[in-house]
Nanobody, 115 residues
Framework: QVQLVESGGGLVQAGGSLRLSCAASRMIISIVDMGWYRQAPGKQRELVATITSGGSKNYADSVKGRFTISGDNAKNTVYLQMNSLKPEDTAVYYC?????????WGQGTQVTVSS
């Protein structure tokens, strides 16, 4: 069974940076897109950023200009560089990989930004 393993979360002061990484435990074929989502306490899970197999990127308005997504389909890895972090970025961040056959989710990594 394929698992997505996330790393890179933690506690950082406002204005700081973190880099999240996600890797699949086994090869996933026919990837359509990869992305990051987040869920803050008491809120619904929301899209942060996605990248298609062709390299097209999409960002939530709240993170544009601060976050950068990158990925490697062949290695089944996806990254999220987060700069100029704000307290409102505090959430559990989830990695997502969508293939033609099914969707995979990581278990989440906590990001906490202190003011």
């Amino acid at each position: 069974q394929v698992q997505l393993v996330e790393s890179g979360g933690g506690l950082v002061q406002a204005g700081g940076s973190l880099r999240l990484s996600c890797a699949a435990s086994r090869m996933i074929i026919s990837i359509v897109d990869m992305g990051w989502y987040r869920q803050a306490p008491g809120k619904q899970r929301e899209l942060v950023a996605t990248i298609t197999s062709g390299g097209s990127k999409n960002y939530a308005d709240s993170v544009k200009g601060r976050f950068t997504i990158s990925g490697d389909n062949a290695k089944n890895t996806v990254y999220l560089q987060m700069n100029s972090l704000k307290p409102e970025d505090t959430a559990v961040y989830y990695c997502n990989i969508q293939s033609r056959l099914r969707e995979y989710w990581g278990q989440g990594t906590q990001v906490t930004v202190s003011s």
